[in-house]
């Protein structure tokens, strides 16, 4: 338990006095504060999730059949009461395994299921992903108690612009210890907003908030006259309303359910076909970088679903990563170009492959194959593109029949450099995984004390040298006006400081070192801000994992870098050290930090493997 009195609001930022303490998950003993200015109640900073939605965490959740059932029953009077009428655009947001979703698309609503953490049993082929559709009505029903930072989770549902936010959730009116909604044997409820913090929320995002009694509603346009009349009716006949939500059900069962049944087997006929598609693991065999990371996870995704059986994954000198429900081929490593086109002919012919899919620029020389492209960072840089390695490039991208990039920034430079069509290249975003998190004051102590961080630090993710341009931020930090205050942790890339950096670096307090894959979110998470100065990137992933720690984010308006971080980053002139040092003092203060913490939240959930591995999945089935 925390020995303050005392906590900062995780809603709206101000004070909040300890009022009692409960012991969560039957062993932590935890401290309960009260915000004098919102008036919620909430949890000192909730380190025990990992343990509160492990396996079996439903378990405490009895009531969430009949919790479905009555939603169900309830909301179609209050949908058409407000408008909204049946085949209407609907996200379920937190479904679980997506019952709701289900029940309501069987009575005609258009109504998609979100959920990262359970699958979605009864929901399967209506998830959203983030789609550019309208969205009518947004559903939140039993989620928003579960936010451990409300104030950029409520900001999520409202970036989907929805015409109405529809909230389930028990209000916090300085109830005691006994209060039934706090659940501490679940250990997931761990915010509970009063009255006035709805209302805050609502105006905050532009929104009116009306309390139904059952439902917390926000309307993008207040309702006046007949229609609030109305909604205080509807609010006072529950039976009656669950009643005629029963016979809305009797007369329009199964609505959707054949046609949607027909769009789910449609979806699903790309594998019944014989064809198979080898995957070249070769990026493993040259280096583990964050590519390998993509591949990995990529992998990993289509391992447990159908696509692994039309899935052959080339292993090099068994150096890739070994998933159980994917089939392997051994193969040589790659030595030269000539010969390894052969023996990849040759592989596909015996086993049957169709189509060749590369992580990194290896072809067959007849079999049909897709490029994927990282960036184009050889050519718009003014690299020596007559080495080896960009040859294999270049001719790996003329001879593919499908171009894939991870960005429209590196699918526009590619489609400049080689005069392909842009409606020829699929772009897939890179996504970002639930490791990636704000990291809890035990963790923070833990790396701290490890690596010896003994000072506030900025952060430099990766390699150092040449277009990663690392140099600008030693001499940006020399012109603050106290540098040895602060340290430079700088993880991944060499080992070593580099030359070129010898003089620009002197006198400052800085660290290099490696971590384990489980500690990189609490790197990210105890930074100042991540400094991340290159001149061009693909896609920038370390930008989104930063994002996903609650790490500010400093870096370059240069390559794909403004199209994945938006405006939720400082930007700086990339060769201008006065410019960044002026960014190194603004991400400290109060204000622009929690713009940039908050906004880097909200982006982050812009990006998922899933989503990713599901467009490339598409894309390489489909195409004809």
């Not at 609907?90 to 359970?118: E, M, N």
């Not at 772009?427 to 035990?442: E, I, L, S, W, Y």
């Not at 190194?584 to 908050?598: F, G, H, P, S, W």
């Amino acid at each position: 338990m925390t020995s303050k009195m005392q906590a900062v609001c995780r809603l709206c930022s101000k004070s909040s006095q300890y009022v009692f303490s409960k012991e969560i998950l039957g062993q932590y003993n935890v401290g309960y504060f009260k915000c004098a200015y919102c008036k919620s109640l909430q949890t000192e900073y909730p380190y025990w999730l990992d343990e509160a939605y492990g396996v079996g965490a439903e378990k405490f959740d009895t009531g969430k059949a009949t919790r479905t059932l009555e939603n169900f029953f309830l909301l179609p009077s209050l949908l058409q009461l407000l408008g909204v009428p049946p085949k209407s655009i609907c996200v379920d947001w937190g479904a679980g395994g997506g019952l709701l979703t289900r029940l309501l698309r069987d009575v005609g609503y258009d109504v998609f299921s979100y959920d990262p953490h359970i699958a979605p049993e009864f929901s399967h082929g209506f998830l959203w992903k983030n789609q550019t559709n309208a969205v009518k009505a947004l559903l939140a029903f039993e989620v928003v108690e579960h936010f451990s930072i409300p104030s950029s989770e409520w900001a999520s549902f409202f970036s989907l612009s929805p015409e109405f936010l529809i909230v389930s959730t028990e209000i916090y009116q300085e109830q005691d210890d006994s209060w039934f909604y706090l659940a501490p044997e679940s250990g997931q409820h761990i915010f509970f907003y009063s009255e006035i913090a709805l209302a805050l929320i609502a105006s905050e995002h532009g929104y009116t908030a009306y309390n139904t009694g059952r439902y917390k509603l926000f309307c993008r346009n207040p309702l006046e006259g007949e229609a609030l009349t109305a909604l205080n009716d509807w609010s006072n006949r529950h039976e009656l309303n669950i009643e005629s939500g029963f016979k809305y059900w009797r007369s329009n069962q199964y609505f959707h359910a054949l046609s949607d049944q027909a769009q789910i087997k449609a979806s699903h006929q790309r594998w019944t076909h014989d064809e198979f598609v080898a995957i070249d693991m070769i990026f493993f065999q040259l280096n583990n970088s964050g590519i390998a990371r993509v591949w990995e996870t990529l992998l990993r995704i289509w391992s447990q679903t159908e696509i692994s059986k039309k899935l052959f994954v080339l292993d090099r000198g068994n150096t890739a990563p070994r998933l159980p429900g994917l089939r392997y081929l051994d193969i040589p490593s790659f030595t030269n170009a000539e010969d390894d086109e052969q023996m990849l002919e040759e592989v596909c012919q015996k086993h049957g492959i169709a189509l060749f899919l590369s992580t990194y620029y290896t072809r067959p020389s007849s079999t049909p194959s897709i490029a994927f492209i990282y960036d184009m960072i050889p050519e718009k840089l003014g690299f020596d593109l007559s080495s080896v390695a960009w040859k294999l490039k270049h001719d790996a991208i003329r001879q593919a029949k499908g171009h894939i990039c991870i960005s429209h920034n590196t699918a526009s430079d590619l489609s400049e450099y080689f005069s392909l069509s842009l409606d020829d290249i699929k772009v897939a975003h890179c996504g970002v995984d639930g490791n990636f998190r704000p990291a809890t004051f035990q963790e923070l102590e833990f790396i701290k004390s490890k690596y010896d961080i003994r000072k506030p630090y900025f952060l430099v993710v990766g390699e150092r040298g040449g277009y990663k341009n690392a140099g600008v931020v030693f001499s940006a930090l020399k012109l603050l006006p106290n540098p040895a205050e602060y340290q430079i942790v700088c993880i991944g890339g060499r080992r070593e400081l580099e030359e070129e950096f010898k003089e620009s670096a002197s006198g400052l307090d800085i660290l290099l070192f490696r971590v384990e894959n489980d500690e990189i979110h609490s790197i990210y998470s105890g930074a100042i801000a991540l400094v991340y100065p290159s001149l061009y990137e693909g896609f920038g992933l370390p930008v989104i994992e930063a994002f996903s720690c609650g790490c500010p984010v400093i870096t370059c308006r240069s390559g794909s870098i403004p199209e994945i971080a938006g405006e939720n980053v400082l930007y700086f002139e990339p060769t201008n050290a006065h410019d960044l040092a002026l960014g190194l003092e603004t991400v400290q203060e109060a204000a622009a930090r929690k713009k940039l913490v908050d906004g880097g939240l909200r982006r982050s959930r812009h990006f998922s493997w899933d989503k990713m591995a599901d467009s490339i999945a598409d894309y390489v089935f489909r195409k004809p």
